[in-house]
């Protein structure tokens, strides 16, 4: 949903490189239903390993000036990691991340985090892509 919201707003998802492709399938930390596509789909019995792993090579891989995180609570997530992984790696890259944790008492202690380290959380994923959108309209903007 939220990456067909990004294309109504027009904002461009690109495609990971096959090269990303092998590197993350060469970890053998990927389920191998996951999407190999953009949205990254890492599955919902992500470790906050694979986050790490995933949100490492998109950052880093240059072909993306942003990144919206979308976390859904499953059995073994662990929110709270996953923050922990968003915020080191937003800081060590510098690229906007917004991220959409979907409220509720066991992911209230990781958003508040997430917060308080200025990564904005949007319960609502078309929010979350109105949120980038607004961030890529002020770049626009402030280059002109």
């Given amino acids: 949903m939220c990456a067909d919201f990004c294309e109504e707003l027009g904002i461009n998802l690109p495609l990971p490189t096959p090269q990303m492709i092998k590197r993350l399938n060469s970890t053998g930390k990927m389920h191998p239903a996951w999407s190999q596509s953009n949205p990254f789909d890492i599955v919902g019995d992500a470790t906050p390993e694979r986050y790490r792993i995933v949100l490492e090579e ?28 968003i915020i080191r790696l937003q800081k060590k890259y510098g690229k906007p991340v917004i991220t959409s944790f979907m409220k509720g008492l066991f992911t209230e202690e990781s958003i508040n985090y997430l917060e308080s380290n200025d990564i904005p959380n949007y319960d609502d994923v078309q929010e979350a892509a109105r949120a980038m959108w607004a961030l890529i309209e002020y770049g626009r903007i402030k280059s002109q």
């Fill in 58 to 85: 998109v950052m880093e891989s240059g072909l993306y000036d942003g990144i919206i995180v979308i976390q859904t609570l499953q059995t073994m997530t662990d929110s709270m990691a996953n923050s922990k992984i």
